[in-house]
């Protein structure tokens, strides 16, 4: 199936994105609801149809449906638990994961837009320690199926994520402690050269890299298998 239903962003959805971080408040959303739907929802949406037959083929369980709360973010902030009481996002994103609650620790695709980059790969919002504490089990026992998955993290896709400040093992490989000392981590490649947002090659190029990550992604599958099972027993 060909990428065709997807045109590209505009100039005028990452000024909307721009502008809503001085101008936010209900009253000026409204009056550019326009611009937010013609320019960044509608594009969105467009971009999740042109990609979800690819991404299917990666997880036949994937949401892909083209809607908020689904497979889009919502531009409405949750404020009740932030210090940061602003009311819209400046940010916008797709997904592609397995329907969850605990989708915040569970592997996920993703393609976030802000003004000043784009950035899109796979990896986890926020793993929890029982996540990590099995990645690391399974990179141990497996070590050749861990190479496998960890040789897809190739240019223009790097890793990311938070380190623990002293290493879990001493003198550790350096190639196995690039991984095993993270407390959560993604994959991705992030790029502020936001031209290359209006162009409907977008959508190849994401498609690309998503599947380039597919042998990781089916690794981080298996961790959420091994989840279910205490780590003494596995």
């Known amino acids: 199936m060909q990428l065709s239903s997807f045109h590209g962003f505009t100039p005028a959805g990452l000024g909307f994105l721009q502008q809503i971080v001085t101008e936010n408040s209900k009253e000026w959303f409204e009056s550019h609801r326009g611009i937010y739907n013609e320019n960044l929802l509608m594009p969105f949406r467009a971009l999740v149809e042109s990609l979800a037959p690819a991404m299917l083929k990666i997880d036949d369980r994937f ?17 009740r638990f932030s210090n940061d009481k602003s009311l819209f996002r400046s940010r916008m994103w797709l997904s592609f994961k397995r329907p969850s609650k605990e989708w915040t620790d569970a592997p996920v695709y993703f393609f976030e837009l802000s003004p000043e980059c784009f950035r ?80 409907p090659e977008l959508a190849p190029r994401l498609q690309r890299a998503f599947q380039q990550l597919e042998p990781l992604y089916h690794l981080l599958m298996r961790v959420e298998i091994m989840k279910q099972i205490p780590l003494e027993d596995l």
């Open 63 to 79: 949401e892909t449906r083209p809607a908020i709360g689904k497979t889009l973010s919502r531009i409405y902030r949750d404020t």
């Open 120 to 199: 899109y790969g796979l990896g986890y919002y926020s793993a929890s320690k029982a996540t990590m504490d099995r990645f690391r089990h399974l990179m141990l026992r497996q070590p050749e199926e861990f190479a496998k998955a960890a040789a897809c993290c190739r240019a223009p896709l790097v890793l990311e994520g938070d380190r623990y400040k002293r290493p879990l093992i001493k003198d550790q490989d350096p190639r196995l402690a690039a991984w095993y000392n993270l407390k959560s981590f993604a994959v991705m490649a992030t790029d502020t050269a936001v031209e290359s947002l209006f162009s």
